[in-house]
């Protein structure tokens, strides 16, 4: 039986690493929308139900403000969870020293896979220069930035990375939701083709009108990262997305979590 | 695992992007997962008056079993862009025809004003009415709900960033129903479930416009009660839909 037939039949397949390369804890501080809480121990048990090995995330503390604390929150989640918990750090210009240097601080830590901008919620559009001073300091240690893209928010279009990667060529970067739309998708795709380190992540792109078979027509296979945003979203989404689709399992592995480890250069996710 | 798919569309073509998009194409994909039955809405804008553009909804869906037309609706000012309430009526009876209204594309609220005796015979007809929350406006909605109150809301394609909204909706009105389409929202089906009761969420893929396989391995694998899962799955529409 392949992937497909497997879960059909109501199995999670045993042995098959997942990795979820964007998500987001924290401990109820996000109240834009209602948003359901529970431990984090509780999260993980369901990532792990449904055979996610290992999760990627950020601070929902950061996110609203508070920067160096959620950072360092997430950093004692880690330490609580070293095998299934994975940090990005968060990074604002707004107080850009003192992050840069908690990044500087924790770069060598295991649990650390990069750094996550959100320049909607920065309230700071990556058109301008203000995030510099991060893209050098990665460009130059091949650190990972995962960046929220949606084509439709004036801060975050991936389109603006075209002018970024010019000054910064070797960024390495993962655009968050692929630029939400379809416009945003095929910027997406542009950019990953044209610069060797920018990775494509796929949850979002749920709703570009780009089915994943198709995608996966259009964009380079080691491009395509798994990620559910979780707990914004509910992970079985993104998933069922990639496990009940047509794509080849070879495909398919790849994407839930081989291309994600090859970006980063070491494995991540336990192997049963 | 059987599912019955209230939210379910087709193009004529094929078109960029999408892995099916034709009646066909969207049906077998549909039965390669356990979708067994649908209600189809005809997305192609470029296909003639709105009564052509029904009447090849109404056409594939004679092809296959399982297959039910949701016609789209629109308000009762220029005759030959509705449907009368015989032929409506009649629609309704002998094929099990659903309506849908879109605010947005349509340039058409839902208020009373608008849609007058439509409203009335749907409600006659327990039949469901159809609606996209990203086209909806709640106001409005409400002024309908509170003349008929009996009227059977399907409102699909919620989204997470008006969950407090749509939520506080249906627990107000009865006959209010979500479909799973956009329920992406952590634990989003558990709650709803928790807050409403599983008799007021239907399976919804909202094919063609996205994959399907998202909202099959989240009804599998969510933490409901096998009974629960069930009426999600196909139970509700079955009753709302098939049985009336």
């Known amino acids: 039986m392949n992937l497909k037939q497997t879960v059909l039949s109501g199995v999670i397949p045993q042995g098959l690493p997942i990795f979820d390369a964007h998500a987001h804890v924290g401990e109820g501080e996000y109240n834009a929308a209602y948003l359901y809480t529970m431990p984090l121990e509780k999260t993980l048990s369901l990532s792990k139900k449904i055979g996610i090995g290992a999760i990627a995330a950020s601070s929902f503390k950061a996110l609203v403000g508070k920067g160096v604390e959620g950072n360092a929150r997430l950093m004692e989640f880690c330490a609580e969870f070293p095998e299934q918990l994975y940090a990005y750090l968060y990074y604002e210009p707004r107080i850009g020293d003192a992050l840069l240097q908690q990044i500087d601080a924790f770069k060598a830590n295991t649990n650390f896979v990069g750094v996550k901008i959100h320049p909607r919620e920065a309230k700071t559009s990556i058109e301008t220069n203000a995030y510099d001073p991060l893209y050098d300091y990665c460009e130059k240690r091949g650190i990972l930035i995962l960046c929220h893209t949606w084509e439709t928010e004036k801060e975050n279009n991936p389109a603006s990375f075209f002018r970024v990667l010019k000054r910064f060529p070797k960024l390495k970067l993962l655009l968050g939701h692929m630029g939400g739309t379809y416009t945003g998708c095929m910027s997406s795709i542009e950019l990953s083709k044209r610069f060797d380190h920018v990775f494509l992540d796929i949850n979002g792109s749920l709703y570009s009108q780009i089915w994943i078979e198709e995608l996966a027509n259009l964009a380079p296979h080691e491009k395509l990262i798994f990620s559910t945003d979780q707990v914004f979203n509910d992970p079985r989404i993104i998933v069922g997305r990639v496990l009940l689709s047509d794509l080849d399992d070879a495909l398919k592995r790849k994407i839930l979590c081989e291309n994600f480890e090859a970006a980063i250069g070491r494995t991540l996710c336990p192997r049963i | ?244």
């Not at chain 2, 659903?98 to 409203?119: E, I, N």
């Open chain 2, 1 to 244: 695992m059987i599912f019955k798919d209230i939210n379910s569309g087709f193009y004529l073509e094929k078109r960029s992007g999408l892995y099916a998009a034709t009646m066909e194409e969207v049906s077998l994909c549909g039965e390669a997962l356990g979708i067994v039955a649908g209600a189809y809405i005809n997305l192609e804008r470029g296909c003639g008056t709105l009564r052509q553009a029904n009447d090849i909804t109404r056409m594939r869906c004679k092809e296959k079993t399982g297959r039910y037309p949701v016609l789209r609706m629109l308000p009762p000012g220029y005759p030959d862009e509705h449907h009368s309430r015989e032929e409506a009526v009649r629609l309704i009876l002998e094929e099990k025809a659903l309506f849908r209204v879109c605010p947005g594309q349509d340039a058409s609220p839902l208020t009373l004003w608008m849609f007058g005796w439509m409203l009335e015979m749907l409600v006659e007809t327990k039949t469901p009415l159809l609606v996209s929350l990203q086209e909806l406006d709640l106001r409005d909605a409400a002024e309908v709900k509170q003349a008929y109150p009996d009227l059977r809301l399907v409102i699909t394609n919620t989204t997470q960033w008006m969950n407090r909204q749509y939520i506080r909706f249906a627990q107000h009105f009865p006959e209010v129903y979500f479909d799973t389409s956009n329920i992406i929202e952590y634990y989003g089906i558990e709650n709803i479930v928790e807050l409403l009761g599983a008799e007021r969420i239907l399976f919804g893929t909202n094919m063609p416009e996205k994959e399907p396989y998202d909202k099959v391995f989240q009804l599998m694998h969510c933490e409901l009660s096998e009974v629960e899962k069930q009426l999600i799955a196909h139970g509700n529409f079955e009753r709302i839909v098939e049985v009336r």
